[in-house]
Nanobody
Framework: QVQLVESGGGLVQAGGSLRLSCAAS????????KGWFRQAPGKEREFVAT????????TYADAVKGRFTISRDNAKNMVYLQMNSLKPEDTAVYYC????????????????WGQGTQVTVAS
């Protein structure tokens, strides 16, 4: 069974930091592109950041550029999202996703999704 499991969410004050982790199991995702998406209450799910399988190409939503950093450790089958200077508008459920194609992840249609982890930023 293929699984992506997120962790690291929680409650943080505005201006604080969190690091989300996503562990993949059930298959090797080392050559898959990965991404982070988020969904706030009452809103559509939106793209946050993506990374190709080598880690050499990344993309970020304008809203998080300069504050968030996506990275991966293929040896550990992990992907991370370092979130700094958090704002109340970053409050959402954050989802990890994976797909063989980086383009497909960037398009918001990856084949595999995690269950999500809640991030709440208090003002």
């Amino acid at each position: 069974q293929v699984q992506l499991v997120e962790s690291g969410g929680g409650l943080v004050q505005a201006g604080g930091s969190l690091r989300l982790s996503c562990a993949a199991s059930g298959r090797t995702f080392s050559n898959y592109a990965k991404g982070w998406f988020r969904q706030a209450p009452g809103k559509e799910r939106e793209f946050v950041a993506t990374i190709n399988w080598t880690g050499g190409s990344t993309t970020y939503a304008d809203a998080v550029k300069g504050r968030f950093t996506i990275s991966r450790d293929n040896a550990k089958n992990m992907v991370y999202l370092q979130m700094n200077s958090l704002k109340p508008e970053d409050t959402a459920v954050y989802y990890c996703a994976a797909d063989p194609s980086h383009s497909t992840v960037k398009a918001g249609s990856p084949a595999y999704w995690g269950q999500g982890t809640q991030v709440t930023v208090a003002s």
